[in-house]
């Protein structure tokens, strides 16, 4: 069945450092590709999200392309902030399918 | 707009006893998900319902069910509890099914079995 690895965490990083979380994926079909955000006590919020192959998506900074010959979908940013300290996760959903999450990727940005 | 409402945000039950969870959609959105969040297992689909249908369902114990509303609010009931359900339980809602279809989340109802 589909599924997402990404990259064990948690990542710490100093505030303005540059980020990269992998994400790769197996699923069979062309799927949809997105990161959410779950911050502190809340539930996901969708960072960005990619529909095809070569799509970038970006939001607050944030961006991954849609990488399918290397099934992949990093997220980057190039300078983080303390804000940005939260859970991360890759997903996708294929045609009708309910999405299909990674395990998570907190992040921790200090100062 | 209104986003994704759960109640409630915390329960504390007993083993044996059940519960139920409920999640009202965005106003509009006719497709409702269910997700489980433990440390050990991640994010694990449930349940997904549109137009008061079982449109999917993950690979859960019969003890879990669920139903959806006309008006689109749903409900999850888990029956029998055991230590191991102790979770957050997250409501997804979205306009419908198929592609790139965003899903918004409500903020969970964090379950405790004792």
């Known amino acids: 069945g589909d599924s997402v690895t990404q990259m064990e965490g948690p990542v710490t990083l100093s505030e303005e450092a540059f980020l990269t979380i992998n994400c790769t994926y197996t699923a069979t079909g062309y799927p949809s590709l997105f990161w959410y955000v779950q911050y502190p006590g809340e539930g996901l919020q969708l960072l960005l999200k990619?529909?095809?192959?070569?799509d970038k998506g970006s939001n607050k900074g944030f961006e991954a392309t849609y990488r399918k010959e290397t099934t992949s979908f990093h997220l980057e940013k190039g300078s983080v902030q303390v804000s940005d300290s939260a859970v991360y996760f890759c997903a996708l959903s294929s045609g009708n399918t309910p999405l299909v999450f990674g395990k998570g990727t907190r992040l921790s940005v200090i100062a | 707009k209104a986003g994704v409402t759960q109640t409630p945000r915390y329960l504390i039950k007993t083993r044996g006893q059940q519960v139920t969870l409920s999640c009202s959609p965005i106003s509009g959105h006719r497709s409702v998900s269910w997700y489980q969040q433990t440390p050990g297992q991640g994010l694990q689909f449930l349940f997904e319902?549109?137009?008061?249908?079982?449109?999917n369902k993950g690979n859960f114990p019969g003890r879990f069910s669920g139903r959806q509303f006309s008006n689109s609010r749903s409900e999850m009931n888990v029956s029998t509890l055991e230590l191991g359900d102790s979770a957050l339980y997250l409501c997804?809602?979205?306009?419908?099914?198929?592609?790139?279809?965003?899903?918004?989340f409500g903020q969970g109802t964090r379950l405790t079995v004792v």
């Open positions: 990619a529909t095809k192959a070569d």
């Open positions: 997804a809602s979205s306009l419908g099914q198929g592609m790139g279809t965003e899903a918004f």
């Open positions: 319902y549109f137009s008061e249908t079982q449109r």
